[in-house]
Structure formats: structure tokens, C-alpha cells
């Protein structure tokens, strides 16, 4: 069942909301493996563990230690004395009372080797010791395990450590270092008759004769043969390195294994066996070293499989037909699993499989620790009443799952199971009436087939139920698209993940659906890329592929939804890379393209240059195998280059670090390599091959070895990326610069101007002067309609419409009588805007309106006592600290047989964002001479007590006021002074004739009548 490097993927577990996928329900734990990847409470040891085994219902560790203690508890706390062997209970994990110590005179005593005899009753210790609670006994010994006692009449001598040790009911075989066995020599492995036996401890015919270490023994079943492995070249002076099958009574090798099988630079640590074969752990070290494991049947000596997964294999168990394994496996990639990378110190693999094993979803862990560094060293399977099969784990490990644990750790077949891992999402709406919800999927370390449910707010059931693989080294996005939705509305949508007995949930998050699609992403779809990146999530690991399930993740630190991105007018955001090893790169693992097209835009100032885009080996750690990629160069320039019978570059001339948005793209094909900038080719040649190394796209860093030309100075690109996608061919010249055209095209505009600020009127001579606010818009206002009714509150049409002008005054002959103006803004691509609000006007027969300009204007401040404002463009009204406004005005005699019938101050506050005020402002007459380019505080005109008027309060930037006025306190024919004196703290700031603009002068109008 070997997964080939796109079956993940392509099983594509992209859903329209509108179908929901039938699925098998998840399960907890996933068969065949039999246990949970959660760790269950156990005593732990201050030292490394090197052996364990189990007998009824009782598990035994040892190795080089002097104390035990409770599930965690920290170095030196609890301590129970365990001196290098003891025993657990295997269901519940705790200290049974057997605690023979195993010492040694000289050196440091270890147990490195336990067996018990087929009926449960005798424990076979080897290692390198002397002495058993004080009894003579070198380097093998047996227990009673009914007593826990060292057996006195079970006394063999091997001459050196004893490593290995495989027994039935008649026989003990052991290996290690030794070259005897009491007088009589043995090079590295003997065997001794068992306990039990007339002749227990005695010495065997049986001498393989092996020339170097044995670290491994296993029987047969049925008996007859046993493997040895470790670290020999010969058996019986014949060569078999590392591994070998001999006679069980005479030693006499039966299978000798060539360096096919264990390479000069392996050796073998351990073996398990079942009725079909065996199974062989491996240690290697430099050139050429195999870390692995490989079966290897009985009845044809065949290798069955090999797993090449690089990280030395200390032990291996076979249960229920799958293999467990204790190694520090860092590299995968020759059973298409995980690349090197992160350490995973447990694995369960298929045993059955032909060629080559696939690692099943069960993956607890452990840290290096302590020692060699090496993690856990040996397991075992033990079965109990209570908990079912419980498989242990020893080793020089200081944690496990994360959480401090010491040398010892158990993993149990339930209930205890680990869950699915949080989700990032990311909600996207880049195709009209659509929305996108896609998701890394989560993580569960005892179960890759989960399901999913997605849930839009207020919809009770899910828009759509999925399934999908997901393993650590694989976590590809899934996606449902939710067709058929309102323009404009706002969804919430979250995701939910179950593996048959843990739920876990997203937070909601919120949509708005567009009303329009995304030309650029729609045309990137329609050319036949395998994935678009356009950076829309708002935070975490996951980078959406916005056409299949492609995505990729993010390592290190970053800026997430950076605008302005690349694509004008389109909602789409970008992604900044801060450089220090923050990268991308894909989930899915790809065969070398032969043909391919990558592209991305990017924008920066570095001057370090660094990795744009590449094809590495690896994901986050520097590639060993990398080409197809795009760099820069210290000074700026572009970059293009594959490996084939040496390196092969395109270059620009030019720089590209000066801070504005570019875009790069790459081809290779039958008709050779191109690179462009910014839609045209910059440069070619004919060169159509490159490194066939399956790996993984990645942006913003990876190896740029010295050979490569010009090499940057860092390999980290800093700047802000978007838009990156990949296609499994070569872009024509045209598709290319089509990208970069639509990108630059702005779309339609659909974008009405705001509405025009309330009309101001005025009446004279029976005409009507409007002013207004002028709109705004994004590609500018070039017109308003005026529009008139008798009717309050009337709706514009064109039947209402009396003047177009282009600037935001006009005047109307309307008549006599009491008309209704509103005004509308129109754009350049004719969108018109929400009407103003209304305007009512007066129009009397005979009636002359007359606006008056001020001869003089300016202010007053306590602040500054001595100062004048004459020439300034504003004036300024406060209470405390005191500051007055001063307007000046020649009042016109009243025209023959008419009088003043109403008088109004227009203003307009200035464009400061505290130009209004949260305080009205009082009007009042000033009496006295003053002059604009000399009045003071000092010297400023007295106020009178009665309020003509009031300025309200407003606090929005250039606001008109029309503040009504007592006709009555106006002399026609004379010049008065009106003063604003504000009364409370808050400042009122309004132009003055200084001012350029004539729509923002004060103006007093007049109606005689």
C-alpha cells in the first residue's frame, strides 16, 4: 500500500456545498495498529533503559540506573532504589517489589539483555555485571520469578558482556562480546542449557563462531534455527555480515546474507519474528549506511521488503501483523513518508507488503534525551486482563508526547487515544455568489482518516461532510465551495473535525460575498495551474490553494494580509517574509517536472538577495537537492537556473529591489527556458532538462549553494510575495503577459460617488443660488444634477431635473412659491450618487436677496494677548482660554418701500479634523473701530449682550453653517460687527475671506422685501 507522491492529493477532497460526500466513520484508533499514541501514566528511571521484556503481566526494564519514580515527578523527587533491573505492573504502570540490583566492582554495571523461559517461571539477565544482590555472578544470571531471586544453580561464565539472548524450554542462546564461556572459547555467541534442564548452565555444542559483536538473537518458530545479528563480518569464517541464520543444536550457518541486505557501514541491533519471516532492525553510520528495516521470509531467505527510512532502528516487535519500531527516523522519503527533517522515535509499518512497507498512522514520540542521544532503545508488547495488549517503551529518552517522562513510557489500545489537532481556515469569496472554506487538515497521531463537517450560521445541519487522509508530513488542505449566495451579504461559516470519538471545532469567522469574480485568479485557473497561493488567511500556517487542494505552509514569521497587494482593485491580500529562515512551502511533494511554469509577484528593497522560488528536497531544513528556481542577487537582479550537466541560468540585467510591485516568471519546455519581468522575456536558451529529484516548491528561502552565479549574500528573501503559482508545463509568452495585463487593468467601475454635501440657498431677484459639498470618488466626480420639486421629500428623476452643472454651485429661476431642491453626483464611468438631503427655499414676488462679502474679518486670542491674525485663512471662537471671531459688514440701504425681512451668516468650518466644535456659539453685535491688520486681545471691540444668533455644534471638517440671524438688530445703511464668542472649552475654527476657495467664505445674506 505505498502511497504514490500526488495520491493524497489528487484524491481531491474539494466538495460543492451543495453535495455532501458519504464517508466510512473515523475511528479512534486506526486498524491494524492496536495502540493509542497517547502515553498512559508510568514510573520512570534517572538513568537509560536498554532491555525490556514481559512475562504474566509483568514488564522488565533494564539497564543503567539507580532509581525509579512516579509518573511526573522531576529528577530526584519520589525516588524508589532500582539498581540497573525492575519490574512493573503492565496494566497500571506501577513498581511491582522485585528489585534484584545487578552491580559490577570496576565500571558501570548494565542490564543490556532479558529473556524469559517459554513457561513464565525463570528470567535470563545479560549485561555487563559481576555481582546479583551480593552473589557472584558475571554477566549472566537467572531469576525466580516467583521469589524474584537469583537462581544459585544457574552459573555459566561468559568471559565479556552478554548483548543478546534468546531462550526456549531447553536452551538459553546468548551473544554479546565475550570470547568464552568459563574455559572454553566462544566468540561472541554460546548457548547454555536452560533452568530446568539436567545440565542447566551448561555449556553447548553449539559455536557459530563469529568474528565481531552479536547484538541480536531470535528463534525460529517451531525451533531449529536462529538469527543472530550485529556487528560481525564472518560466521564460521565465512562471510555474512551483520546478519546470519545457523542451526539451533550445531551452529552451522544455513543462510549467510551478502551486503545486499546489511551494507558494510550497518549493523544489525534486533530482531523479531513471526510464522512468515523475520524482521530486522539496523543501525548504520557514514557513506552508504542503512538505518532501516527489511523482512526477510523463511522459506525462501527473500527479501520481502526494505524500508530505507534514514535515523538508526533500535528495536523492532511484530503484533497482529504490524511491525513497531524504536528509532530516531529522520528521512522517510525511501517509502515515500516524510522527508528529513523533525526525528520520529516511533513508527508501525506494514509487515505484509511487497517491495516496499507503509508506515500506518500511529506516531507517540519521544526527545533524543540523554546519552548517545539515540531516544528509546527497546520495546515490548506485554498483555493484560485489564487494559488488553499495552506495548512499552524503554530507552535514554527525557520525554515523551512533549511532557517530561525519563527512560520509560507505555502506550495502551484505549480508551486513551489522541484527537485531531486545531484547523487552520481561511474564508475567501474571489468568484461572484461564492465562498470558499478551505482548511489544513488536522493532525491526529493515532488516526489519518478524519471527518469533517462544514457549518454555515444558521443552517442546523452541515453544508457538507467529507473525509480525508492526513499524516504529519502531509496535511493538505480540503475545501467546500458554497455556491448560489447572496451578493453582498455576510456569512459565518466554521469546520469541525472528528476521528470517531474526539470532536474538535473552529472558531466561526465571517465573509462578505462578492458580487464579482477575480479576473487575475479566474485566468490563472483558466491557463491550468496546478496551484495558486494568494496569501488571503489571516494569521498561522496554512497557505490556500485557491484552484485544487495544493496549498502550502508556512515556517517561521511573517506579515499576513499586507495591502496594497499586488492586484489593483482586487480584495486579494499579500504575504511578507521577515527573512531569519521564514518560508513556504508546498504539502504536496512533486515528481521533477520535466516541463513547468512557476510565477509569483514580489516586492522589496533587500540588499541581500535571497530565494524567491525554487524546487528543494526537503521542506524546512536547507535542501540538499534543489534547482528550478528564481534568486536574487545582492544588487537586485533576477535569477533563473536548473541543474542539468551543470548549472544553467537565465539573468536580468536590470535591478528589481526598488520597493514596487514586479512580476517573475519562469519556463522550461521542449522549446528550452525563459525568464520574464513584468510580462516580457528578458532572456532564453535552449536548454530543456533538469535535476530529477522529487521535492517540494518553496518561496522566501532554501539552499543557494556557492557554484550558483552570483550568489546572494543571505538565502532568505525579505519582502512582501502574492499571486505565486505553479503550472506542470511551459507558459506561452502571450499567457504570461496577459497576467501581467489583467493585473493592471483596473475593473469596471461600479462605484457610485458619495453623496453631495445639504445645499445652502440663497434668493435674489426671484433666482435661487444653490452651493453644496462637493462628492467624492475614486475616478473623480465630473458632474451634478440639480434636481426641484413642489413636493417635500420627492424622489430625483428626470423629470425633476433643472441644471446640470460641473461644479457644485448653480442657480434656478423657479417662480414663486416654496420649492424643494436635491441634488446627485455622476462619475466618469456614469455611476450616480445617493441624493443630498433636501433643501427647502422661499421664493417671494418682489423680494431681493442681497450676499454680502465682510470688508474685514479676523480673530482674537488670550493666548497669544498681543498678536495679530489678520492674514489668516481662519478664525477661531472659544470660551477659555478666550478667543473671539470678528466680521465686518457693509449693510446696503433698503431698496425703496421695502424693509429687511430675514438676514443669515453662512460659514464653513476649516478642513482641520478639529475644526467643529462639540459647543454652540453665540452671535452677537461688537461695537467699536477696529482694523483686520491690527486688532488684538488687547485691543479688541466690546461685546453686546444680546444673541442675534447661534453657530450649533458639529464636529465633522469643512461644514457649512446657514445660522439665522435677528433681522431686527441690522441696520440697513449702516457697517456692523458681528462677533462669535464661543463660551465653553471646545475650539470653533471657520475660514475667512482669506480663504481661496469662494464656496468656503463667509457670506451674509440679506432678503428685502
Same mark, same amino acid.
Given at each position: 500500500?505505498?502511497?504514490?507522491?500526488?495520491a493524497l492529493a489528487?484524491?481531491?477532497?474539494?466538495?460543492?456545498?451543495?453535495?455532501?460526500?458519504?464517508t466510512?466513520?473515523?475511528?479512534?484508533?486506526?486498524?491494524?495498529?492496536?495502540?493509542a499514541a497517547?502515553?498512559?501514566?508510568?514510573w520512570?528511571?534517572?538513568?537509560?533503559?536498554?532491555?525490556?521484556?514481559?512475562?504474566?503481566g509483568?514488564?522488565?526494564?533494564?539497564?543503567?540506573?539507580?532509581?525509579?519514580?512516579p509518573?511526573g515527578?522531576?529528577?530526584?523527587?519520589?525516588q524508589?532504589?532500582?539498581?540497573?533491573?525492575?519490574?512493573?505492573d503492565?496494566?497500571?504502570?506501577?513498581?511491582?517489589?522485585?528489585?534484584?540490583a545487578?552491580?559490577?566492582?570496576?565500571?558501570?554495571?548494565?542490564?543490556?539483555?532479558?529473556?524469559?523461559?517459554?513457561?513464565g517461571?525463570?528470567?535470563?539477565?545479560?549485561?555487563?555485571?559481576?555481582?546479583?544482590?551480593?552473589v557472584?555472578?558475571?554477566?549472566?544470571?537467572?531469576?525466580?520469578?516467583?521469589?524474584?531471586?537469583?537462581?544459585?544453580?544457574?552459573?555459566p561464565?561468559p568471559?565479556?558482556?552478554?548483548?543478546?539472548?534468546?531462550?526456549?524450554?531447553?536452551?538459553?542462546?546468548?551473544g554479546g562480546?565475550?570470547?568464552?564461556?568459563?574455559?572454553?572459547?566462544?566468540s561472541?555467541a554460546?548457548?547454555?542449557?536452560?533452568?530446568?534442564?539436567?545440565?542447566?548452565?551448561?555449556?553447548?555444542?553449539w559455536?557459530?563462531?563469529?568474528?565481531?559483536?552479536?547484538l541480536?538473537?531470535?528463534?525460529r518458530?517451531?525451533?531449529?534455527q536462529?538469527?543472530?545479528?550485529?556487528?560481525?563480518?564472518?560466521?564460521? %569464517?565465512t562471510?555474512?555480515h551483520?546478519?546470519?541464520?545457523?542451526?539451533a543444536? /550445531?551452529?552451522t550457518?544455513?543462510?549467510?546474507?551478502?551486503?545486499?541486505?546489511?551494507?558494510?557501514?550497518?549493523?544489525v541491533?534486533?530482531?523479531?519474528?513471526?510464522?512468515?519471516?523475520?524482521?530486522?532492525?539496523?543501525?548504520?553510520?557514514?557513506?552508504?549506511?542503512?538505518?532501516?528495516?527489511?523482512?526477510?521470509d523463511?522459506?525462501?531467505?527473500t527479501?520481502?521488503?526494505?524500508?530505507?527510512c534514514?535515523?538508526?532502528?533500535?528495536?523492532?516487535?511484530?503484533?497482529r501483523?504490524?511491525?513497531?519500531?524504536?528509532?530516531?527516523?529522520?528521512?522517510?522519503?525511501?517509502?515515500?513518508?516524510?522527508p528529513?527533517e523533525?526525528?520520529?522515535?516511533?513508527l508501525?509499518?506494514?509487515? &505484509?507488503?511487497p517491495?516496499?512497507?507503509?508506515?500506518?498512522?500511529?506516531?507517540?514520540?519521544?526527545?533524543?534525551?540523554?546519552?548517545?542521544?539515540?531516544g528509546?532503545?527497546a520495546?515490548?508488547?506485554?498483555t493484560?486482563?485489564?487494559?488488553?495488549?499495552v506495548?512499552?517503551?524503554?530507552?535514554?529518552?527525557?520525554?515523551?508526547?512533549?511532557?517530561?517522562?525519563?527512560?520509560?513510557?507505555?502506550?495502551?489500545?484505549?480508551?486513551?487515544?489522541?484527537?485531531?489537532?486545531?484547523?487552520?481556515?481561511?474564508?475567501?469569496?474571489?468568484?461572484? %455568489? &461564492?465562498?470558499?472554506?478551505?482548511?489544513?487538515?488536522?493532525?491526529?497521531?493515532?488516526d489519518?482518516?478524519?471527518?469533517?463537517?462544514?457549518?454555515?450560521?444558521?443552517?442546523?445541519a452541515?453544508?457538507?461532510?467529507?473525509g480525508?487522509?492526513?499524516?504529519?508530513?502531509?496535511?493538505p488542505?480540503?475545501?467546500?465551495?458554497?455556491?448560489?449566495?447572496?451578493?453582498?451579504?455576510t456569512?459565518?461559516?466554521?469546520?469541525e473535525?472528528?476521528?470517531?470519538?474526539t470532536?474538535?471545532?473552529?472558531?466561526?469567522?465571517?465573509?462578505?460575498?462578492?458580487?464579482?469574480?477575480?479576473?487575475?485568479?479566474?485566468?490563472?485557473r483558466?491557463?491550468?495551474?496546478?496551484?495558486l497561493?494568494?496569501?488571503?488567511?489571516?494569521?498561522?500556517?496554512l497557505?490556500?490553494?485557491?484552484?485544487?487542494?495544493? /496549498?502550502?505552509?508556512?515556517? %517561521?514569521?511573517?506579515?499576513?494580509?499586507?495591502?496594497?497587494?499586488?492586484? %489593483?482593485?482586487?480584495?486579494?491580500?499579500?504575504?511578507t517574509?521577515?527573512?531569519?529562515?521564514?518560508?513556504?512551502?508546498?504539502e504536496?511533494?512533486?515528481?521533477?517536472p520535466?516541463a513547468?511554469?512557476v510565477?509569483?509577484w514580489?516586492?522589496?528593497?533587500?540588499?541581500?538577495?535571497?530565494?524567491?522560488?525554487?524546487?528543494?528536497?526537503?521542506?524546512?531544513?536547507? /535542501?540538499? /537537492?534543489?534547482?528550478?528556481?528564481?534568486?536574487?542577487?545582492?544588487?537586485?537582479?533576477?535569477v533563473?537556473?536548473?541543474?542539468?550537466?551543470?548549472?544553467?541560468?537565465?539573468?536580468?540585467?536590470?535591478?528589481?529591489?526598488?520597493?514596487?510591485?514586479?512580476?517573475?516568471?519562469?519556463?522550461?519546455g521542449?522549446?528550452?527556458?525563459?525568464l520574464?519581468?513584468d510580462?516580457m522575456?528578458?532572456?532564453?536558451?535552449?536548454?530543456?532538462?533538469?535535476?530529477?529529484?522529487?521535492?517540494?516548491?518553496r518561496?522566501g528561502g532554501?539552499?543557494i549553494?556557492s557554484g550558483?552565479?552570483?550568489?546572494?549574500?543571505s538565502?532568505?528573501?525579505?519582502?512582501?510575495?502574492?499571486?505565486?503559482?505553479?503550472?506542470?508545463?511551459?507558459?506561452?509568452?502571450?499567457?504570461?503577459?496577459?497576467?501581467?495585463?489583467?493585473?493592471?487593468?483596473?475593473?469596471p467601475?461600479t462605484?457610485?460617488?458619495?453623496?453631495?454635501?445639504?445645499s445652502?440657498?440663497?434668493? &435674489?431677484?426671484?433666482?435661487?443660488?444653490l452651493?453644496?459639498?462637493?462628492?467624492?470618488?475614486?475616478?473623480g466626480?465630473?458632474?451634478?444634477?440639480?434636481?426641484r420639486?413642489?413636493?417635500?421629500?420627492?424622489?430625483?428623476?428626470?423629470?425633476?431635473?433643472?441644471?446640470?452643472?460641473?461644479?457644485?454651485?448653480?442657480?434656478d429661476?423657479?417662480?414663486?412659491?416654496?420649492?424643494?431642491?436635491?441634488?446627485?453626483?455622476?462619475d466618469?464611468a456614469?455611476?450616480?450618487?445617493?441624493?443630498?438631503a433636501?433643501? &427647502?427655499?422661499?421664493v417671494?414676488?418682489?423680494?431681493t436677496?442681497?450676499?454680502?462679502?465682510?470688508?474685514?474679518?479676523?480673530?482674537a486670542?488670550?493666548?497669544a494677548?498681543?498678536?495679530?491674525?489678520?492674514t489668516?485663512?481662519?478664525?477661531?471662537?472659544?470660551?477659555?482660554?478666550?478667543?473671539?471671531?470678528?466680521?465686518?459688514?457693509?449693510?446696503?440701504?433698503?431698496?425703496?418701500?421695502?424693509?429687511?425681512l430675514?438676514?443669515?451668516?453662512?460659514?464653513?468650518?476649516?478642513?482641520d479634523?478639529l475644526?467643529?466644535?462639540?459647543e454652540?456659539?453665540?452671535?452677537?453685535?461688537?461695537?467699536?473701530?477696529w482694523?483686520?491688520?491690527?486688532?488684538?486681545?488687547?485691543?479688541?471691540?466690546?461685546?453686546?449682550s444680546?444673541?442675534?444668533?447661534?453657530?450649533?455644534?458639529?464636529?465633522?471638517?469643512?461644514?457649512?453653517?446657514?445660522?439665522?440671524?435677528?433681522?431686527?438688530?441690522?441696520s440697513p445703511g449702516?457697517?456692523?460687527?458681528?462677533?462669535?464668542?464661543?463660551e465653553?472649552?471646545?475650539s470653533?475654527?471657520?475660514?475667512?475671506?482669506?480663504?481661496?476657495?469662494?464656496?468656503?467664505?463667509p457670506?451674509?445674506?440679506?432678503?428685502?422685501g
Open positions: 500500500m505505498t502511497r504514490p507522491l500526488l489528487t484524491a481531491l477532497s474539494t466538495l460543492l456545498a451543495t453535495a455532501v460526500a458519504t466510512a466513520p473515523a475511528a479512534a484508533i486506526e486498524a491494524p495498529v492496536a495502540f497517547v502515553a498512559l501514566p508510568t520512570q528511571a534517572d538513568g537509560v533503559a536498554w532491555a525490556t521484556t514481559t512475562a504474566g509483568t514488564v522488565f526494564v533494564g539497564g543503567t540506573f539507580t532509581a525509579i519514580r509518573p515527578a522531576p529528577a530526584g523527587t519520589g524508589v532504589p532500582r539498581t540497573n533491573l525492575a519490574a512493573f503492565a496494566a497500571t504502570g506501577e513498581p511491582t517489589g522485585c528489585a534484584p545487578f552491580t559490577l566492582k570496576e565500571g558501570t554495571a548494565t542490564v543490556r539483555a532479558l529473556a524469559v523461559s517459554p513457561d517461571a525463570t528470567l535470563y539477565v545479560g549485561g555487563s555485571f559481576d555481582t546479583v544482590d551480593g557472584a555472578r558475571q554477566h549472566l544470571a537467572a531469576l525466580d520469578l516467583a521469589t524474584c531471586r537469583l537462581r544459585t544453580d544457574f552459573t561464565l568471559q565479556g558482556p552478554v548483548r543478546a539472548l534468546a531462550v526456549d524450554a531447553r536452551t538459553v542462546w546468548l562480546s565475550f570470547t568464552a564461556v568459563g574455559t572454553t572459547a566462544r561472541k554460546a548457548a547454555v542449557a536452560a533452568v530446568g534442564t539436567p545440565d542447566q548452565g551448561r555449556l553447548t555444542a559455536d557459530p563462531s563469529l568474528d565481531d559483536d552479536v541480536a538473537l531470535a528463534l518458530p517451531g525451533g531449529g536462529v538469527v543472530i545479528g550485529g556487528s560481525f563480518d564472518t560466521v564460521g %569464517g562471510v555474512s551483520g546478519l546470519t541464520v545457523v542451526d543444536a /550445531s551452529g550457518a544455513v543462510r549467510r546474507f551478502t551486503a545486499a541486505f546489511v551494507p558494510a557501514a550497518s549493523q541491533k534486533a530482531i523479531a519474528v513471526d510464522a512468515t519471516g523475520f524482521y530486522v532492525a539496523n543501525e548504520g553510520y557514514g557513506t552508504g549506511s542503512f538505518d532501516g528495516r527489511f523482512a526477510v523463511w522459506d525462501t531467505w527479501q520481502r521488503w526494505r524500508d530505507g534514514l535515523g538508526a532502528t533500535q528495536d523492532v516487535e511484530v503484533f501483523g504490524v511491525l513497531y519500531s524504536a528509532s530516531h527516523a529522520h528521512d522517510c522519503r525511501p517509502i515515500n513518508a516524510y528529513d523533525k526525528r520520529w522515535h516511533f508501525a509499518e506494514t509487515t &505484509q507488503t517491495d516496499k512497507p507503509s508506515l500506518l498512522p500511529w506516531f507517540p514520540d519521544t526527545d533524543d534525551g540523554i546519552g548517545e542521544r539515540i528509546p532503545r520495546i515490548t508488547i506485554a493484560t486482563a485489564s487494559r488488553g495488549p506495548l512499552w517503551g524503554v530507552g535514554e529518552f527525557t520525554t515523551v508526547n512533549g511532557a517530561a517522562q525519563q527512560s520509560i513510557t507505555r502506550f495502551g489500545s484505549g480508551p486513551e487515544q489522541a484527537g485531531p489537532s486545531a484547523m487552520p481556515f481561511v474564508l475567501t469569496s474571489d468568484t461572484a %455568489g &461564492q465562498v470558499r472554506v478551505a482548511w489544513r487538515r488536522a493532525l491526529d497521531l493515532d489519518s482518516n478524519l471527518t469533517y463537517r462544514v457549518y454555515r450560521e444558521g443552517t442546523a452541515p453544508i457538507a461532510t467529507l480525508a487522509a492526513s499524516w504529519h508530513w502531509h496535511r488542505q480540503s475545501t467546500v465551495v458554497d455556491s448560489g449566495l447572496t451578493v453582498g451579504s456569512l459565518r461559516y466554521r469546520v473535525v472528528s476521528d470517531g470519538a470532536t474538535r471545532t473552529t472558531d466561526w469567522r465571517a465573509v462578505t460575498v462578492r458580487g464579482t469574480s477575480s479576473a487575475y485568479a479566474d485566468q490563472v483558466a491557463d491550468g495551474a496546478v496551484f497561493w494568494r496569501y488571503d488567511e489571516p494569521g498561522d500556517v497557505v490556500s490553494d485557491s484552484v485544487a487542494n495544493h /496549498s502550502g505552509t508556512l515556517s %517561521g514569521g511573517g506579515t499576513f494580509r499586507v495591502t496594497p497587494a499586488a492586484i %489593483g482593485d482586487d480584495p486579494s491580500t499579500a504575504r517574509l521577515s527573512g531569519g529562515g521564514g518560508t513556504i512551502h508546498s504536496v511533494r512533486y515528481n521533477a520535466k513547468f511554469t510565477e509569483t514580489f516586492r522589496t528593497t533587500t540588499m541581500s538577495g535571497g530565494k524567491i522560488i525554487g524546487f528543494g528536497d526537503r521542506r524546512t531544513l536547507n /535542501s540538499s /537537492s534543489n534547482d528550478k528556481h528564481i534568486y536574487m542577487t545582492n544588487s537586485g537582479r533576477l533563473f537556473g536548473v541543474l542539468a550537466d551543470g548549472r544553467k541560468t537565465l539573468s536580468t540585467p536590470g535591478s528589481y529591489n526598488d520597493g514596487r510591485w514586479h512580476h517573475v516568471a519562469a519556463t522550461q521542449a522549446s528550452g527556458m525563459a520574464y519581468v510580462g522575456k528578458i532572456a532564453s536558451n535552449a536548454v530543456t532538462t533538469n535535476q530529477n529529484v522529487p521535492g517540494y516548491w518561496v532554501d539552499t549553494a550558483w552565479p552570483d550568489a546572494p549574500s538565502t532568505s528573501f525579505v519582502g512582501t510575495v502574492d499571486e505565486t503559482a505553479y503550472y506542470a508545463k511551459a507558459l506561452p509568452p502571450a499567457a504570461i503577459a496577459r497576467h501581467v495585463e489583467v493585473a493592471r487593468t483596473p475593473p467601475d462605484t457610485a460617488p458619495t453623496a453631495p454635501g445639504t445652502v440657498a440663497a434668493v &435674489q431677484a426671484d433666482r435661487v443660488q452651493t453644496w459639498a462637493a462628492s467624492t470618488d475614486a475616478s466626480v465630473t458632474g451634478y444634477v440639480v434636481h420639486s413642489a413636493t417635500p421629500g420627492f424622489t430625483p428623476s428626470t423629470a425633476t431635473a433643472v441644471a446640470r452643472p460641473t461644479t457644485a454651485t448653480a442657480i429661476d423657479p417662480g414663486t412659491g416654496t420649492w424643494y431642491y436635491r441634488v446627485t453626483a455622476v466618469a456614469g455611476n450616480t450618487s445617493p441624493a443630498s433636501q433643501v &427647502q427655499v422661499q417671494e414676488r418682489g423680494a436677496t442681497v450676499n454680502l462679502s465682510p470688508t474685514a474679518d479676523t480673530f486670542n488670550a493666548g494677548p498681543g498678536t495679530n491674525f489678520g489668516s485663512a481662519q478664525m477661531t471662537s472659544r470660551g477659555s482660554t478666550g478667543a473671539i471671531a470678528y466680521l465686518r459688514f457693509d449693510l446696503p440701504a433698503a431698496p425703496a418701500g421695502t424693509s429687511l430675514s438676514a443669515t451668516l453662512r460659514l464653513r468650518t476649516s478642513s479634523s475644526a467643529g466644535s462639540v454652540p456659539a453665540p452671535i452677537r453685535l461688537a461695537t467699536g473701530d482694523g483686520e491688520t491690527t486688532l488684538t486681545w488687547r485691543d479688541k471691540p466690546a461685546l453686546g444680546a444673541v442675534l444668533g447661534t453657530v450649533p455644534a458639529g464636529s465633522t471638517p469643512e461644514q457649512p453653517f446657514a445660522v439665522p440671524l435677528t433681522a431686527a438688530a441690522l449702516t457697517t456692523v460687527t458681528l462677533a462669535i464668542a464661543g465653553g472649552t471646545d470653533l475654527s471657520v475660514w475667512t475671506r482669506e480663504q481661496t476657495r469662494l464656496i468656503a467664505r457670506v451674509l445674506d440679506l432678503q428685502y
